[in-house]
């Protein structure tokens, strides 16, 4: 018994797609603008905005300078932002918000043009540029909607995106230290520091930092040894009064014993 209803359901499910199907392909090659954005309509309602978007892209032409353009105009781009195709709907909102400024969804399409170039900050090893423009939207919408409900959801997004592009800051400064370019090193990472003082990577900039100084300090010229062995020194004091219990605390530790016996040993025979 249950098997029959089983199939029974099924039967009706494909004759269902199948009429809709059908309905959706005549429609598209309909000339009759009523029915096309009545189905619209029903596509979007039910969230199959795919097919919606397709019969909005016909149809928009027909109602420009009508008052239903508005509506037609917000639907399509946000069916774009549904299917995930970020990049249109970005474009589709932007331009809703510059020919509808005076419209009730201003506010959410300005932010929804945000959050699709949001969407299109790519990881933080890739070059940043869609990445300053959504911090650049997602600001703007903060100044313009300080009261408006997606305030900490904008704010949240900031935060990531700065979170990247501190990302990408820091390892640039980083790979100096792997590439053995130690004097080099010090410098991006001191340049870090400064522009970022607010970083949650400082911890591990000013231990890298310390390394460097560390690692040139141990194989540099005899007449700079002291001089650089100081350095080295005072770049473990600074991430030492930084964070003194914190991870990167404990691996410097294993090499500032090096840095002390040097200046130690210097001391007692320069």
Known sequence: MFQKVAQFLF????????????????????????????????????????????????????????????????????????????????????????????????????FLAAKSTFKLSPKYSIDQEETITAIQKLQAFINAYPSAKEIPEANDMVRQLRLKLDKKAFEIAKQYNTIRDYRSSITALDNFIVDHPGTPFKEEALYYKFDSAYRRAMNTYEYLKKTRLTEAREAYDDLKAFRPEGEFIKMADKLITDIDEELVDYQETK
Do not use: M, W
């Open 11 to 110: 039967v009706v499910a494909c004759f269902s797609v199948l009429v809709s199907c059908n309905e959706y392909q005549k429609a598209l090659k309909s000339e009759d603008t009523k029915v096309k954005y009545e189905l619209a309509q029903q596509y979007y309602d039910a969230g199959d905005f795919k097919r919606a978007n397709r019969l909005f892209e016909q149809i928009i032409p027909k109602f420009r300078g009508k008052p239903q353009a508005e509506r037609i105009v917000f639907f399509y781009a946000n069916s774009y932002y549904q299917i995930k195709d970020y990049y249109t709907a970005a474009y589709q909102f932007d331009r809703f918000v510059k020919s509808h400024p005076k419209s009730e969804k201003l506010q959410e399409a300005a």
